[in-house]
């Protein structure tokens, strides 16, 4: 019971002070968030706890599902096909240069499908910096939703690798992706038409106002849970489930524009920083002092950054030197997805140890530097 009881003062304690240090930092709240939970777990306030880890795996899905109310599928639609191809090319050659890094530094096969992973979660932090007309940073946000759908692709094929091996359960996984894939699609089209032939229909789920029963957070929250359902019955990514149910509600739900946010402010204001706070608590800062550990890290954030910066050569004629930079570090943030595939390495016992806490860290010392560096780079050439 104390240990419990020390588990909740000391999340209530980070959940409301991180915004304060952030601020005067000049730093994302995520990184606090899980350096407060990190020194909190070396000073003894934390410890493991499967409550403590439940909340913060339904807090992870929740991040995942709030990423994909990120993404319009009409957007995306209506996207040139000049672009397309430059988006492609680029997720492309991530790939390329990631499976080029690792065969030349002799490392696991799994950073192949780690290095190149993208996601717009830490991107939306930057129109808070730039004006929502900056060229290169709408780039990033259109091109990093089509990379973050390949990397919750790639993450749920390498999730049933690492769980299952190759073989007839991969096959079986990959199978019953290719069927989910296909029924979302066949959705998609079916909401469609039915919401061209009865508009008012959407109004009726979701109204926008007079709406004193939260219907459209009702319904948000329904969409989510079923989602995470279907996957849990088709054993498949449950992040990823999670995503294509947050890329329902833009997409079909759009005439309701302050919906993302209503749904962003409870997550980001109760869920998502439990989740954060977790992972920190899995890092003791001892292992600071473990021989290789930081060199590691620092590795594994300059090689994520600099096959950014090489495949960024997609968008020569479109962006000039300093903004096709500038997208490659806004790129460099992929926090969550990083420290979920890197859990789920680790929990499988495909990575060391020694590698799951070099990810972590890589993925701090990537927001800061990318952050800083877009400052810099943006304001001063």
């Known amino acids: 019971m104390s240990s419990e009881l020390s588990i909740i003062f000391t999340l209530s304690f980070i959940i409301f002070i991180s915004p304060y240090i952030s601020a005067i930092l000049k730093i994302p709240t995520t990184p606090v968030e899980i350096i407060m939970g990190s020194i909190a777990t ?18 992870f899905y929740y991040l995942m599902f709030l990423a994909g109310t990120e993404v319009n599928l009409k957007e995306l639609r209506d996207k040139s096909k000049d672009l397309l191809k430059r988006d492609a090319l680029y997720i492309l050659l991530l790939y390329i240069f990631s499976a080029i890094f690792v065969t030349l530094n002799n490392e696991h096969k799994i950073f192949i499908a780690m290095l190149p992973l993208i996601s717009v979660g830490l991107i939306v932090t930057l129109y808070k910096e730039f004006d929502k007309n900056t060229k290169w940073l709408n780039l990033s946000m259109s091109t990093g939703i089509m990379g973050e759908l390949v990397s919750i692709v790639v993450v749920t094929i390498a999730g049933a690798v690492i769980e299952h091996g190759v073989g007839g359960e991969l096959y079986k996984s990959i199978l019953y992706l290719v069927i989910f894939l296909v029924s979302i699609a066949i959705l998609y089209k079916g909401f469609r038409v039915l919401f061209w032939w009865y508009p008012e229909l959407k109004n009726y789920l979701i109204p926008i106002y007079a709406d004193k029963d939260e219907k459209d957070i009702r319904l948000s929250m329904a969409i989510f849970f079923l989602m995470i359902a279907i996957m849990m019955m088709l054993h498949l990514e449950i992040a990823f489930g999670a995503f294509i149910a947050g890329i329902f509600i833009p997409t079909f ?14 997550g980001f204001g109760f869920l998502i920083p439990i989740f954060f706070v977790y992972i920190g608590s899995t890092f003791h800062l001892s292992r600071l002092f473990e021989k290789g550990l930081i060199q590691e890290a620092i590795w594994i954030t300059l090689a994520m ?12 004629g479109y962006l000039n030197i300093k903004d096709r930079i500038l997208l490659a570090f806004s790129h460099s943030m992929p926090l969550t997805l990083l420290i979920a595939i890197a859990t789920l390495a680790y929990q499988n016992n495909t990575i060391s140890q020694f590698y799951y806490f070099s990810f972590i860290l890589a993925g701090l010392f990537e927001v800061l530097i990318s952050m800083f560096s877009i400052k810099i780079i943006s304001r001063y050439y």
């Open 253 to 266: 739900f759009h005439h309701h524009r302050d919906l993302p946010h209503k749904l962003s402010s409870f």
């Open 42 to 59: 070396t000073i003894g306030f934390l410890e493991y706890s499967h409550q403590f880890e439940l909340i913060a795996e339904v807090g």
């Open 305 to 316: 950054i600099f096959i950014r910066v090489l495949a960024s050569v997609s968008f020569i």
